[in-house]
């Protein structure tokens, strides 16, 4: 967490918790590639007890090198309280706070509050969270802006190219896995669609599960993703399209994808309802069709 969060969290504020750190070394947060502080959990709940100590009286310097272990039991001992802490919302609190923040600077078209808010979203969450709570409903947020005027489509290309930014250097991070239970996914859009945020967010889910994950981005051709298919030696195919595609051009591409690629290679296509489908093409056995993130999650993590 940064130590926006951890001040919010723990109620110690960020000037005291510098000086604790400074002078007691009571926490020692590590450090991103900018030199941020960055606080685990188990050091948050420590500011935690130690806030709630020396309201009581207690000397920082005498506790200030306890562990959160011992500080619990002191805090227990004067006050016959358990020590409760952090609640078990914590990481939803973060999301939901930062979200908000974020919503306002989209509202406010204030594009460096809303890039230090979703850098600090980018690190502060898991990357399930990220794409889920923070990225999904704000690009919703934008678009819905700009349907009713509020944005510009010039604003909101600026809000997404600030957006893809922050999501790319995480996906940037990837380590390569060589396991038997990590697939080598490649995500794309079909030809002709260039909303990429649909598959921006289920590579992150994607890669929150430590699957391999190769991003080829919007607009590919059939025959490209063939081809990157058998480079790449992936083993599934996550396309997303945008709901301005005719129903016609969908089924067509994917019996083009199906036909091409080889059969052990499982086709996952995003935007789209079984019903939708021909029937023997809903049928087939490696192709998944997914409606939401939610259902997509769920079958990627298994």
Same mark, same amino acid.
């Given at each position: 967490m940064?130590?926006?969060?951890?001040?919010r969290?723990?109620?110690?504020?960020?000037?005291?918790?510098?000086?604790?750190?400074?002078?007691? *070394?009571?926490?020692?947060p590590?450090?991103?590639?900018?030199? @941020?502080?960055?606080y685990?959990? %188990? &050091? +948050?709940? =420590?500011?935690?007890?130690?806030?709630e100590?020396?309201?009581?009286?207690?000397?920082?310097?005498?506790?200030?090198g306890l562990?959160?272990?011992?500080?619990?039991?002191?805090y227990t001992?004067?006050t016959?309280?358990?020590?409760?802490?952090?609640?078990?919302?914590?990481?939803?609190?973060?999301?939901?706070?930062l *979200?908000?923040?974020i919503?306002?600077?989209?509202?406010?078209? @204030?594009?460096?509050i809303?890039s %230090? &808010? +979703?850098? =600090?979203?980018?690190i502060?969450?898991?990357?399930?969270?990220?794409a889920l709570?923070?990225?999904?409903p704000?690009?919703g947020?934008?678009?819905?802006l700009?349907?009713?005027?509020?944005?510009?489509?010039?604003q909101e290309?600026a809000?997404s190219?600030?957006a893809?930014?922050h999501i790319?250097a995480?996906?940037?991070?990837m380590t390569?896995?060589?396991?038997?239970?990590v697939?080598?996914?490649?995500?794309a859009?079909?030809e002709?669609?260039?909303h990429?945020?649909?598959?921006l967010?289920?590579?992150l889910?994607s890669?929150?599960y430590?699957?391999?994950?190769i991003y080829?981005?919007?607009?590919?051709?059939v025959?490209?993703?063939?081809?990157?298919?058998?480079?790449?030696?992936?083993?599934?195919?996550?396309?997303g399209?945008?709901?301005r595609?005719?129903?016609?051009?969908?089924t067509?591409?994917?019996?083009?994808?199906?036909?091409?690629?080889?059969k052990?290679?499982?086709?996952?296509y995003?935007?789209?309802?079984?019903?939708?489908l021909?029937l023997?093409?809903?049928?087939?056995?490696?192709?998944?069709?997914?409606?939401t993130f939610?259902?997509f999650?769920l079958?990627?993590?298994?």
């Open positions: 940064t130590i926006q969060i951890a001040s969290l723990s109620g110690v504020s960020i000037d005291l918790i510098r000086a604790w750190e400074r002078r007691y *070394k009571a926490v020692s590590a450090r991103d590639k900018d030199g @941020r502080r960055l685990e959990r %188990h &050091e +948050v709940q =420590k500011l935690w007890y130690l806030r100590l020396t309201q009581l009286g207690v000397r920082i310097s005498d506790i200030a562990s959160e272990k011992d500080l619990k039991k002191r001992e004067l016959g309280k358990k020590g409760v802490g952090l609640g078990p919302d914590q990481n939803q609190t973060i999301a939901t706070s *979200k908000q923040n919503e306002r600077a989209i509202e406010g078209y @204030r594009l460096d809303l %230090h &808010e +979703v850098k =600090k979203a980018s502060s969450l898991n990357k399930k969270q990220f709570e923070v990225i999904a704000v690009m947020l934008t678009g819905k700009v349907s009713e005027g509020r944005l510009s489509i010039a290309h809000i190219s600030l893809k930014f790319g995480l996906l940037s991070q390569y896995k060589n396991q038997g239970s697939r080598n996914i490649i995500f859009t079909p002709k669609d260039f990429e945020f649909g598959i967010v289920a590579a889910i890669l929150h430590g699957h391999n994950v080829l981005g919007p607009n590919l051709p025959f490209s993703l063939v081809e990157a298919v058998k480079a790449l030696e992936a083993d599934t195919v996550v396309i399209q945008s709901n595609r005719r129903q016609t051009t969908t067509n591409y994917i019996n083009e994808c199906l036909n091409s690629l080889p052990k290679v499982t086709f996952c995003g935007g789209v309802t079984l019903e939708n021909p023997k093409l809903s049928l087939k056995k490696n192709l998944k069709i997914f409606e939610k259902d999650d079958y990627i993590s298994k």
